[in-house]
């Protein structure tokens, strides 16, 4: 063999080594698999092209193992993840070689949005809507709506916070929210992700509907004195009277009962109705007066009489006055006996 010779074989090689590299093609699928957490996915490598013996090697971009459970039949090669985790979220590789070595890659991304968000009621007065294990947390927004109206800043994620595994925000409700549906929604926002799973939302009644109490009530000592306050009927009551010692808890029905009515029963009395998300409290105050006062006597006795009767009439009445004022104060002296 002569120089030229030499130079052409290895020409010849080179291009044969060259068309052998690109004579076969490696075909992967799926393409960028989006997957839940703890769902399945088989990666399926095929060549077209190929006559000799194919040889496939699976392997992360950067040479690792995969994680995956590798089977080949000839032509096919599969590599089966059975439960995704985070550690599988990367670039797998599929590598064949026939003659040559040609390689495709597809990226498995996994998240995570298993359930529904819970919202608590946290510091007496704020509102909680919780997400757990959701991933990854950046794709994820969380929103407050109040029946269908948005009542969370959307570009304010300062409210919203990454915590272990999950996310919450913080809602302080107004006055304007009570016993209105709110709602929390939580949406994933990553392309792949099957349609009905990007969404999820949590609805409560932020405090009872409604709450009706009594008007200032005003009753006589020994008197029946009642106080009533309404609410629909998820709520629970709690009645407690309001002093400069504190409050003092009384009854947990709609209707607070004093058989007899008592110096100390003046003051003020207080109403909370709570659901499990939120409470309203109504005041009333009450009134407890001296038994009757002989001036309503005196005036339904002379007013008649001015009108109709003569001073001598006006006497008689008055004589009769003061002979029923005699009988009531005998009347306050045996009630206060008997007490
Ligand atoms: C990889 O495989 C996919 C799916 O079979 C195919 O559409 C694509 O052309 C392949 N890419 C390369 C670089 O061969
Ligand atoms: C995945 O499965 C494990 C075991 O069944 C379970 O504990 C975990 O909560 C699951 N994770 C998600 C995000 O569904
Ligand atoms: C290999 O694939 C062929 C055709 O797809 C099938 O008939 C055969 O059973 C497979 N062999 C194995 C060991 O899976
Ligand atoms: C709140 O939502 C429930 C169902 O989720 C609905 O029945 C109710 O009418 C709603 N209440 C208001 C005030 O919108
Ligand atoms: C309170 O008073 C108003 C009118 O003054 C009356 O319409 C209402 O029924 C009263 N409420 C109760 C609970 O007595
Ligand atoms: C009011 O005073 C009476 C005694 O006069 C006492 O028995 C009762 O417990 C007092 N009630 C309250 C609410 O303080
Ligand atoms: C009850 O009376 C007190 C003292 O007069 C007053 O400050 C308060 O506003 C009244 N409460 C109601 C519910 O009317």
């Known amino acids: 063999m002569n120089e030229k010779h030499i130079v052409f074989v290895l020409c010849m090689a080179a291009l044969n080594l060259f068309t052998a590299k690109h004579a076969h093609e490696v075909y992967l699928h799926p393409q960028n698999p989006v997957k839940h957490i703890n769902e399945s996915v088989e990666l399926i490598c095929t060549v077209a092209g190929c006559s000799q013996e194919i040889k496939f ?23 089966l993840f059975k439960t995704l985790s985070i550690e599988h979220e990367k670039i797998i590789v599929c590598k064949v070689i026939c003659g040559g070595h040609k390689e495709n890659k597809t990226k498995i991304r996994v998240y995570s949005f298993p359930t529904n968000p819970v919202i608590s009621r946290i510091h007496e007065l704020q509102l909680q809507c919780a997400i757990h294990n959701v991933y990854p947390p950046s794709k994820f927004k969380i929103q407050w709506f109040r029946g269908d109206t948005q009542i969370s800043d959307e570009y304010d994620t300062s409210s919203s916070e990454v915590v272990a595994q999950g996310m919450h925000s913080i809602y302080k409700p107004t ?12 949406t994933l926002n990553m392309e792949g992700v099957p349609e009905d799973r990007t969404v999820r939302s949590v609805t409560v009644q932020y405090g009872p509907a409604f709450i009706t109490i009594s008007n200032h009530t005003t009753v006589r000592l020994g008197e029946r004195l009642e106080l009533r306050c309404d609410t629909d009927r998820e709520s629970s009551i709690m009645w407690t009277k309001l002093g400069k010692s504190g409050a003092v808890a009384l009854g947990k029905d709609k209707e607070l009962v004093f058989e007899h009515a008592d110096w100390n029963h003046t003051g003020e009395y207080e109403c909370e109705v709570s659901t499990a998300m939120g409470s309203w409290r109504s005041k009333v105050n009450v009134t407890v007066q001296d038994r009757p006062s002989v001036v309503p006597h005196l005036q339904n006795a002379i007013i008649p009489a001015v009108s109709c009767m003569t001073l001598l009439g006006a006497a008689a009445a008055l004589i009769l006055f003061l002979r029923n004022m005699k009988k009531n104060l005998q009347d306050i002296a045996i009630d206060a006996l008997n007490t």
């Open 57 to 79: 090697m699976w392997s992360t971009l950067l040479d690792s193992s995969t994680g995956g459970q590798s089977k080949t039949n000839q032509t096919i090669s599969r590599l």
């Open 175 to 186: 006055d304007e929210d009570r016993g209105k549906n709110i709602t929390c929604k939580v």
